[in-house]
């Protein structure tokens, strides 16, 4: 069991910026792909960045590539999205997700299908 707890959402105007962290239990984070997804009020889940288990591979949903950095620091058990040049159309709950892989160290997951998820943490940008 993979246990993930969000932080770092609020507030803040377009154009500001936020850093969310996603806290992870267990001995075993290196061996989990993390990925983070949003989901705004009547709209389906989407997909925004994942990072592989070394953390050197990354990929990004179109809408926020060259905005979104997403990292990982496996000494702390904890994944980062640091968001900036924030627009209302970024406004959701942002939620991060374990998928444990066998695979190569490089592999990145932009599918829904994680094997753990976090309770989410609600970003609101003003205009």
């Known amino acids: 069991q993979v246990q993930l707890v969000e932080s770092g959402g609020g507030l803040v105007q377009a154009g500001g910026s936020l850093r969310l962290s996603c806290a992870a239990s267990?001995?075993?984070?290196?061996?989990?792909?993390m990925g983070w997804f949003r989901q705004a009020p009547g709209k389906e889940r989407e997909f925004v960045a994942t990072v592989s288990k070394n953390g050197f591979s990354t990929y990004y949903a179109d809408s926020v590539k060259g905005r979104f950095t997403i990292s990982r620091d496996n000494t702390k058990n904890t994944v980062y999205l640091r968001m900036n040049s924030l627009k209302p159309e970024d406004t959701a709950v942002y939620c991060c997700?374990?998928?444990?892989?066998?695979?190569?160290?490089?592999?990145?997951?932009?599918?829904?299908?994680?094997?753990?998820w976090g309770q989410g943490t609600q970003v609101t940008v003003s205009s």
């Open positions: 267990g001995r075993t984070f290196s061996s989990y792909v």
């Open positions: 997700a374990a998928k444990y892989s066998a695979r190569g160290d490089s592999y990145v997951y932009a599918t829904p299908d994680y094997d753990y």
